[in-house]
């Protein structure tokens, strides 16, 4: 899947038959990354929140429609 966000030094993806529970992936320019939870908003990986606040900002106020996404994506 393409990307579905581009911040200063990241970017949020979602990838199709992905495994559960439902999240994004966050791949830093450094070449790090790490995955968000949508329900709970955990982050799992070697980034620390403040790294990615901007991007967990999005997360939050598009969960919605990021939850139909990885329904759509992840039948």
């Not at 990307?3 to 495994?19: A, E, I, N, S």
């Not at 439902?22 to 830093?28: E, N, S, T, Y």
């Not at 982050?43 to 990885?70: C, D, H, P, S, T």
Request: proline content about 8%; aromatic content about 10%.
């Amino acid at each position: 899947m393409p990307t579905l966000q581009r911040f200063d030094g990241c970017r949020v993806l979602m990838y199709p038959d992905d495994h559960p529970p439902p999240h994004v992936h966050i791949k830093l320019s450094d070449g790090r990354e790490c995955t968000v939870d949508i329900d709970s908003f955990e982050i799992k990986g070697r980034v620390a929140e403040r790294e990615i606040r901007e991007a967990m900002a999005w997360i939050a106020f598009n969960q919605a429609q990021l939850l139909y996404e990885w329904r759509r994506y992840n039948p």
